[in-house]
């Protein structure tokens, strides 16, 4: 099984916090810069094992994807390749 497996009803995903903290540890000011202006710089803070289980649920199921954008409380955040290319690196 793959880390991502997607059902007609559900969505799985297998997020390893302990891995996620060191990818933060190791992001560039830069890359810190961009997840905080994309209005999620709540994750770069995180210290701890402790993932919020209704927001690692919510946020996959708030993607428009034919929009490219995540709707949250009527709010919509576009989500372009280029946010993602200076997240990623």
Known sequence: MS?????KDELHTMCNPKKFIEIVKDLTTKQRECIDDMGFG???NINGLVFHLP???LLPKSIASETKE?????K???????DLE???G
């Open 3 to 7: 880390s991502f497996e997607e059902t």
């Open 86 to 88: 200076k997240v990623m």
């Open 76 to 82: 919509s955040i576009p989500i372009r390749k280029s």
């Open 70 to 74: 995540i709707v949250l409380l009527g």
């Open 42 to 44: 709540v994750l770069l």
């Open 55 to 57: 927001l690692c649920e």
